[in-house]
């Protein structure tokens, strides 16, 4: 049954004498703050670390909803105290000796927009028989407050100062990915406004979050947005999205994209982020890139094709499926290593041809006007110098013709 905190207030709920000060549609003011009894609240399935627990338990069990609210609130109570559990046992120590010092903020409803974990704390104290209740600010939806001044008011309060420690990057990118592609909330420059950040961190931080979606389909896990939390995916993405922003043929883009994924899958490195990294910096930046993904194919098509088969892919599947393939593993760090040393080689082999165009350019930034007006010292010590580049090109010519 759907609960209406308003109704309920000078009820089961009372107001206290705090007051927590809130940007609302536009308003900044300090708004009342009441005590609620816990049973009336729940965890808010919108907020990206939460919804990526939620998929993971849906993955593993049936489908979680507020159906049963104390059951729903039970699972993600576990998550959230398993997230950082000396983080949370601070707080709950805290909050058990002063009391609960800063105040949340609920809807109506009573979905919880902020204080997660104080709510976590409280029903554990609870739960341990002293009697406990919730101070929150009461946020009524039928004042005119939509959905995205709610999503607006949220992203203030994560943004307005330094994130909790333990909020995984990879739930960064789902709330991102919610708000500005799927769901499309905000756009760009709204987004940026509210969180205060610079356009293109906030850009690059998108094109993250949709690479790390595209590799959720291509291992048949979309939606399993845990998968990519469990990989630790958050730096092999930063490098990822650097080497796609150097390819401009679209069609090679989406080459590369694949290779990388399979690569990631199937790479026999504990450093996932610098086993990407040297693939972009010694296969893809290269002349090879090209043949790189001709011959790395076969690894992509085996990868994908072996997981889109299955019903269910979760992290055991991939390690059951690709990681303990020793032949598919073996051939896919042969193709990379090869690429790799043979690109170093070009490389060593190409250095007297970069040098020499560099020292080209030195000696075309020379103005000849400044040449004929230099003085007499001058110009015998740029003679000297000349007449030693003469005598190190000949040697270099006579080399050419051994």
Known sequence: MTVDLIKLIDKDITVTDGTRNLTVKGETKNHKVYRIPLEYLFYNDQNGRIATWISKY???NNQLTLDDKEAYNDVLHGFIKGANAPAFNKTKTNIKMFGQKIAGVVLKNGRIIDGNRRFTCLREIAAEGEDCYFNAVILDTDAGISDK?????????QHAEERPVDYDPIDNLVDIYRDLELNKTFTIPEYVHNVNKKKSEVEKTLKKAILMVE??????AEGKYYIARELNLD????EMVSILNRVNDEEMEEDIKNSLFAALITSASGDLTRHIRQIGKDIIKT???????????EIVEEVYEGLQEEDNVELSTINEKISTNTQLKEKSEDIIRKKVEQNRHETVRNKPVVLLNDALDALNA???????RMSEE????????????????????DKLNV
């Open 58 to 60: 849906n993955s593993d």
């Open 287 to 297: 002349k090879n890139a090209e043949k790189f993904i001709e011959e790395y194919e």
């Open 235 to 238: 730096g092999p993405l930063q």
């Open 149 to 157: 001044d709610i999503k607006r008011l949220e992203l203030n309060l």
């Open 366 to 372: 020379i103005d000849e006007t400044f040449v004929s």
């Open 215 to 220: 590799f959720l389909k291509f291992i048949n």
């Open 378 to 397: 001058n110009k015998e010590e740029f003679e000297e110098v000349l007449q030693k580049i003469r005598e190190t090109l000949n040697v270099y010519g």
